[in-house]
């Protein structure tokens, strides 16, 4: 983050306070800044009752100007009680991303003191012991991801993410990556159709790991929400001075309702968790914002029974 | 005889473990990995004892509950939920809903759950 970037946040996290910064609220809905703005008001008030009472002799100014101070300690009251539910609300949202949370690191923790259980208590066959082992594994790297979703979320929230500034051959992770996810597709006997276009060479400027991660879960969203034997369109293309990468599928489509939603990680963790689907839920909500640090765009279309478009652009690097 | 117990679970480490587990205690289990299957094999198979999580494909565990306990053939039949939702609006809700037990999968291992359905059936 650059230093100007660490000031301003340092700034908003004075006025605004711990609580408002941490949960992204607007300033109008954050108590300290009201009481700045009601201090400023009331101060306005008191003096110009004060100037105009000595300018003009007629007593019946001082009915408006005391009306007037009474406004101005009296709006922002009611706005601060307001701002008190609003923040009440977003602890209880908080409360329920928590549960969700928890419920989801359960899960491979479950799995991982049931198969110990099992090992260590003789009750698997010599047979049977790789698999238990694999099952082990599987779950510790399920639980790596969940509690690195999670951090990230959090540096998000505190405008703490700290991105790699590298060349990235775009180019190449996306062949990597179809070339990995290969399997999983044909599962669901699903065609990957790749079309790259970019000229050899060109690359991007930004975190690979994260780069990385929202290419990847572009992917893994269409095969999840993806009907067998159908085709994921995944498309790398230069337009104006950055690389598009794009991934369509011919799935559900997102409902129109939830189009706002997307990139929410309440939304998304919620979801996830009724639906008993492995993950967080937050893959998307730090793709965008990993990518729009970066100086990138990430957005979505989406049709209802057509199918969805997820796509990022990001800034091509300059050539050496 | 064996007495029979229907897990439904869609995890399938969890499947696995606790099938294998109850197998070892002498039981015969039937595995349902989503609800609707649930539904399906507590209706024809008849278990002495259903093992049910809450957080399930198509059909979550409430309205596993709520079928299996509106329904004739089915309501007299216990169900132990093994889930890991630990709020307390869900355990008052499951066991408002005819739930025998409430156990939290990271709280037991599969030894403690055989332990348990031991117990169960002896008294």
């Known amino acids: 983050m650059l230093e100007k970037d660490k000031i301003f946040t340092k700034i908003r996290r004075l006025i605004l306070g711990e609580g408002c910064v941490q949960y992204n609220l607007k300033a109008w809905e954050c108590p300290n800044f009201l009481f700045i703005v009601m201090g400023i008001i009331t101060v306005i008030g008191i003096v110009a009752t004060f100037f105009i009472g000595q300018r003009i002799s007629n007593p019946d100014i001082f009915v408006p100007a005391v009306f007037f101070v009474a406004l101005s300690i009296f709006v922002p009251g009611v706005v601060i009680v307001q701002s008190f539910e609003r923040m009440a609300n977003a602890n209880k949202i908080k409360s329920e991303f928590m549960g969700i949370v928890s419920h989801q690191l359960r899960s491979p923790l479950s799995a991982m003191k049931w198969v110990l259980n099992m090992l260590m208590g003789g009750h698997v066959g010599e047979d049977k012991k790789d698999e238990y082992l694999n099952i082990l594994e ?21 405008g703490e993410l700290k991105l790699e500034e590298d060349k990235i051959d775009l180019k190449h992770m996306v062949e990597v990556l179809v070339e990995s996810i290969q399997p999983l597709a044909r599962e669901k006997k699903i065609e990957l159709k790749l079309d790259i276009s970019v000229p050899k060479g060109s690359s991007v400027l930004g975190d690979e790991v994260y780069i990385n991660m929202a290419t990847t879960n572009f992917v893994d969203n269409a095969i999840r929400y993806s009907p067998e034997n159908s085709t994921i369109n995944i ?4 337009k104006d001075s950055r690389i598009r990468y794009e991934v369509k599928d011919r799935g559900r489509g997102i409902p129109e309702e939830d189009k706002k939603l997307i990139f929410n990680k309440f939304f998304r963790a919620r979801n996830i968790a009724k639906k008993s689907e492995k993950g967080t839920g937050l893959g998307l909500f730090i793709a965008k914002a990993a990518i729009e640090q970066m100086g990138g765009e990430i957005g979505f279309k989406s049709k209802e029974n057509k199918g969805t478009t997820f796509w990022y652009e990001l800034p091509l690097a300059k050539k050496d | 005889m064996s007495k029979k117990i229907l897990f439904i679970e869609d995890e399938p480490a969890l499947q696995e473990t606790l099938t294998t587990m109850l197998k070892s205690g002498g039981y015969e289990v ?25 957080v399930l494909p198509k059909k979550d565990g409430f309205v596993i509950l709520e079928h299996l306990k509106d329904n004739e053939e089915t309501k007299n039949i216990d169900v132990i939920v093994l889930t890991n939702l630990e709020g307390a609006y869900d355990i008052e809700r499951a066991l408002n809903l005819g739930a025998m037990t409430y156990l939290v ?11 348990k359905i031991n117990k169960k059936f002896e008294t």
């Open chain 1, 138 to 158: 599987e779950n510790n790297e399920h639980m790596i991801t969940l509690v690195n979703d999670l951090l990230n979320v959090s540096r998000i929230d505190r």
């Open chain 2, 30 to 54: 039937v595995s349902a990995l989503d609800g609707e299957k649930g539904i399906e094999f507590a209706e024809k198979e008849k278990p002495d004892l259903i093992v049910l999580d809450l």
């Open chain 2, 105 to 115: 999968k990271t709280n037991h291992t599969p030894e403690d759950i055989l332990k």
């Open chain 1, 235 to 238: 498309r790398l293309y230069n």
